[in-house]
């Protein structure tokens, strides 16, 4: 027996068409997967069933009754949860407060009494939390078994799961995959969201494939495989770009000696950290999210003083430069947010010009025929689908992170910084930006990759150096590195034991 089915679902935003006319069902004790780039329409799809947002047509059934979502309380009431990317628990609470809270009817709260319900309800469902622990305290793995134990314990018989593993280590995946087996297997109907093809073959029964807001099919597990859902999810077989062949990389271009750096609040964010990256090499930094990459990233790109340490590109100190300085050092920034590093307001042209005005200046006016020949070129070359005259804000996310590529790396610059330059973009974009990344390794520039995605570390780095707690905890070569071992590094785990730069 069906547990959902959604008939016909319809969803607008304005001009854009985001679910077209989609049907999708799940039995009851299986774990379905939702399948599509960034985009394709899954995440919108499960809000709807959520009832965080409303369909313009199309109707939902729930264990064969219509049901009628307007809210998430009315799904909650209809046995349906969800877990989102960004948790929603209190830090200073306890897992057995965030628990039951908002699902306890008004009476006061006991706390042996509840710690004790909800320790049993985990015990019952398999789900391995502390019921005294302060959430505060907990792993981001851990977080994510609270926020699961929630929806199940407001008696969820349907899960959806949206990008599960996107704030995972390896070892976190794995244990998340072993509890939905066993829930999947106390009769839980699972939605799990990804775009990810190695994952929904791991744990899935199911895969339903979106591909820009429409269903392009549903498939067995055992009837398919990862070249075919590719093929199914972007219309071609194989896609994504690697690194070929092994090189020696030339002199260090860039080098960061014991860099020492404060957070926004003033708390420690980088502790000494010492790395070299040598001309026609990519070295890949890899951790979760928060460990010090975005201060990093901020430090060499000029927008952040570090407190300790010196940072220098060939023979030019650049500890504590301003941003012009460090471009014209032959710096090539591509920033962690791509919204942050252009201005809305101003034109695709006038955006492709900023970091370098004074090239376009005649006789003491800015060049507006030159600025627009320029744009044209680069538009041409980065494949962006925008004219020079349009708002940099009109952009979707793909087009916009080319514009910055654009400008960043067609003057050719001896050092890249490329922070979590993939992150939101589609399969095809994403292939399209780690391309142009391989392309200025191959030309001999000194890459630095900061990614929080460890598959995208491992297809582009001749090295990878973890980063944990503000700490570089190890650099071994990209040959030598494993999944295992790497997890283990960025949960803090184990120390590399091969090479390192750290002093």
Do not use: W
């Amino acid at each position: 027996m069906s547990a959902i089915q959604m008939r016909g679902i319809t969803k607008r935003f304005g001009p854009v068409l985001a679910n077209d006319h989609i049907n999708f069902d799940l039995e009851q004790g299986e774990i379905h997967a939702l399948l599509g780039e960034n985009g394709a329409g899954k995440t919108t799809l499960m809000r709807i069933l959520y009832g965080l947002y409303h369909a313009d047509a199309g109707e939902v059934f729930v264990n064969g009754e219509k049901g009628h979502i307007t809210s998430p309380r009315d799904a909650i009431r209809l046995g349906i949860g969800m877990v989102t990317q960004h948790f929603t628990l209190v830090p200073p609470l306890t897992v057995a407060e965030n628990v039951v809270l908002g699902y306890t009817d008004g009476f006061r709260l006991r706390p042996q009494e509840i710690q004790r319900q909800v320790g049993k309800a985990a015990a019952g469902l398999g789900v391995e939390v502390d019921p005294t622990a302060i959430v505060r305290h907990l792993s981001v793995g851990e977080r994510q078994r609270v926020e699961i134990l929630k929806a199940l314990y407001r008696e969820a018989r349907v899960l959806i799961l949206d990008e599960p593993t996107a704030v995972l280590v390896p070892q976190e995946v794995g244990v998340l995959f072993e509890t939905l087996e066993r829930l999947r297997q106390g009769g839980l109907s699972v939605i799990f969201i990804s775009h990810k093809l190695n994952e929904v073959m791991t744990v899935c029964d199911r895969i339903t494939v979106l591909r820009d807001g429409r269903v392009v099919g549903t498939v067995n597990k055992a009837d398919t495989s990862q070249s075919a859902l590719a093929r199914m999810m972007v219309g071609r077989e194989t896609f994504g770009v690697s690194r070929e062949g092994e090189q020696a990389p030339g002199s260090p271009l860039l080098r960061i000696r014991s860099l020492s750096v404060a957070d926004d609040q003033g708390l420690p964010a980088l502790k000494g950290v010492s790395l070299e990256v040598g001309a026609g090499e990519i070295l890949g930094v890899a951790g979760v999210s928060g460990n010090g990459q975005t201060e990093l990233s901020r430090v060499l790109a000029g927008t952040l003083k570090p407190t300790e340490g010196q940072v220098s590109v060939g023979q030019d100190d650049l500890t504590g430069a301003e941003p012009t300085r460090v471009t014209a050092a032959g710096v090539g920034r591509i920033p962690e947010d791509r919204h942050e590093g252009l201005v809305g307001e101003l034109t695709v042209a006038e955006n492709l010009v900023l970091e370098h005005l004074g090239d376009f200046i005649t006789a003491g006016t800015l060049d507006h025929r030159r600025i627009r020949q320029h744009a044209e070129r680069l538009i041409a070359e980065y494949q962006i689908k925008a004219s020079p005259t349009d708002r940099a804000r009109t952009l979707s996310g793909g087009n916009m992170q080319k514009l910055i590529l654009a400008r960043a790396l067609s003057r050719e610059p001896r050092v890249v910084i490329a922070s979590q330059p993939t992150r939101g973009l589609d399969v095809g974009a994403t292939e399209y930006v780690r391309g142009k990344l391989l392309e200025q390794r191959g030309r001999g520039a000194a890459v630095l990759l900061l990614s929080e995605d460890l598959d995208e570390v491992l297809a582009l780095s001749d090295r990878i150096a973890v980063i944990y707690e503000g700490r570089i905890v190890g650099v071994l070569p990209c040959a030598e590195a494993d999944v295992e071992q790497l997890g283990l590094m960025m949960s803090g785990v184990r120390e590399a034991t091969g090479d390192s730069d750290q002093d």
